[in-house]
C-alpha cells in the first residue's frame, strides 16, 4: 500500500524559511514523478513543485524562485525548501504523485504571518 507523510509545517513569520518533509512509500521516488501540493483557505488544490525520478524539477510561478524541490540522494524522502515566505503561501501543504488521483496523506500546515 503506497503511504505518504507529510510534517515540518508551523507558525512562521513572513519572510522566514521552512523546510518540509515527505516520506514515502519504497521506490515510489524512482518510478512517479512528484509533486507538492498546498490548498490554502478559500483556494483550490494547487500544485506548486515538481520532480522527476532523474532529478528535473519545475515549480509554479508563485513560488519560483523561493522554494525548492528535492530528494534525499538515498531513501524515499523529498523536500520542500521554502524560503521568503509570504502570507499567501498560508495552507496545507501536501506531497504525492504528479496528477493523483487519490492516495492524500494528512498534510502538513504552514502558517505565515505579516
Known amino acids: 500500500q503506497e503511504q505518504l507523510v507529510e510534517s515540518g509545517g508551523g507558525l512562521v513569520q513572513a519572510g522566514g524559511s521552512v523546510t518540509l518533509t515527505c516520506a514515502a512509500s519504497?521506490?515510489?521516488?524512482?518510478?512517479?514523478?512528484m509533486g507538492w501540493y498546498r490548498h490554502g483557505p478559500e483556494k483550490q488544490r494547487e500544485l506548486v513543485a515538481t520532480i522527476t525520478p532523474v532529478g528535473s524539477k519545475s515549480y509554479a510561478d508563485s513560488v519560483k524562485g523561493r522554494f525548492t524541490i528535492s530528494r534525499a540522494d538515498a531513501g524515499d524522502t523529498m523536500y520542500l525548501h521554502m524560503n521568503n515566505l509570504k502570507p499567501e503561501d498560508t495552507a496545507v501543504y501536501y506531497c504525492?504523485?504528479?496528477?493523483?488521483?487519490?492516495?492524500w496523506g494528512q498534510g502538513t500546515q504552514v502558517t505565515v504571518s505579516s
Open positions: 504525492n504523485k504528479y496528477r493523483a488521483n487519490g492516495g
Open positions: 519504497r521506490n515510489m521516488f524512482r518510478l512517479n514523478v
